[in-house]
């Protein structure tokens, strides 16, 4: 039924419906994320606006926090690496579970588990944006309320992408996490291949250079 009616709606209804379904997969996570793939409830807009969402809040945060919880050095910030410390680990997240789990019966493919994490990331984009206004606004005292609201919308979008792998890849709750561990430490080793992989351009670049700088000395 609800298919029938979603194949009636056009792009536009279709984008919206998807979008306020990321809502559903926060409160009804088990029931929310597998409609989200195997009923086909999601979009990859909607999962790419909700990722765009948690860049810019961000962002948003190192301009707009209260200075007594974030101290913002802006001559020594690099915007495009601070944004990569969400979209590198996420990346490499994506990579690493769709891969582990396709050689152990996963159901999912790479663009459900990246949709269903981005969809996770809800509750980071609703909590942090009313706590950064909610900020300038309390004293040092009242500061542990922010660190722990803050720290629960890590910790709910946490347990909701746990969630979400178990659906996806129709995996038992011990199953799931054991390859929610593994996926971890897949994400450690793909970071130590790329550190070996970038030593070794580097080293090879600086080899050609100093190959060049001999010859043209020698000439």
Same mark, same amino acid.
């Given at each position: 039924?609800?298919?029938?009616?979603?194949?009636? *709606?056009?792009?536009?209804?279709?984008?919206?419906?998807?979008?306020?379904?990321? *809502?559903?997969?926060?409160?009804?996570?088990?029931?929310?994320?597998?409609?989200?793939?195997?009923?086909?409830?999601?979009?990859?807009?909607?999962?790419?606006?909700?990722?765009?969402?948690?860049?810019? /809040?961000? /962002?948003?945060?190192?301009?707009?926090?209260?200075?007594?919880?974030?101290?913002?050095?802006?001559?020594?910030?690099?915007?495009?690496?601070?944004?990569?410390?969400?979209?590198?680990?996420?990346?490499?997240?994506?990579? !690493?579970?769709?891969?582990?789990?396709?050689?152990?019966?996963?159901?999912? #493919?790479?663009?459900?588990?990246?949709? +269903?994490?981005?969809? +996770?990331?809800?509750?980071?984009?609703? /909590?942090?944006?009313?706590?950064?206004?909610?900020?300038?606004?309390?004293?040092?005292?009242?500061?542990?309320?922010?660190?722990?609201?803050?720290?629960?919308?890590?910790?709910?979008?946490?347990?909701?992408?746990?969630?979400?792998?178990?659906?996806?890849?129709?995996?038992?709750?011990?199953?799931?996490?054991?390859?929610?561990?593994?996926?971890?430490?897949?994400?450690?080793?793909?970071?130590?291949?790329?550190?070996?992989?970038?030593?070794?351009?580097?080293?090879?670049?600086?080899?050609?250079?100093?190959? !060049?700088?001999?010859?043209?000395? #020698?000439?």
């Amino acid at each position: 039924m609800i298919a029938n009616v979603r194949e009636n *709606l056009t792009p536009k209804e279709k984008y919206i419906d998807s979008l306020k379904f990321a *809502l559903y997969c926060t409160t009804h996570p088990l029931d929310g994320f597998w409609d989200l793939t195997h009923e086909k409830r999601g979009t990859y807009a909607a999962a790419n606006t909700i990722l765009a969402l948690a860049l810019l /809040i961000r /962002i948003l945060k190192l301009r707009y926090t209260s200075f007594l919880f974030m101290e913002v050095y802006w001559e020594d910030l690099n915007i495009f690496m601070y944004l990569a410390s969400i979209v590198f680990p996420l990346t490499l997240w994506v990579l !690493g579970n769709w891969g582990l789990t396709t050689l152990f019966d996963g159901k999912g #493919r790479l663009g459900q588990v990246y949709m +269903a994490t981005c969809y +996770a990331f809800t509750p980071y984009v609703l /909590i942090q944006f009313p706590l950064m206004i909610f900020s300038n606004f309390v004293t040092v005292q009242e500061a542990e309320f922010y660190s722990v609201v803050s720290l629960l919308s890590l910790v709910y979008s946490a347990l909701l992408i746990i969630a979400a792998m178990g659906q996806i890849h129709e995996y038992s709750a011990g199953k799931n996490l054991l390859f929610v561990v593994a996926t971890l430490f897949a994400m450690l080793v793909m970071i130590f291949i790329l550190m070996i992989f970038f030593s070794m351009v580097a080293q090879g670049i600086a080899y050609f250079i100093s190959l !060049g700088k001999e010859l043209m000395f #020698r000439m």
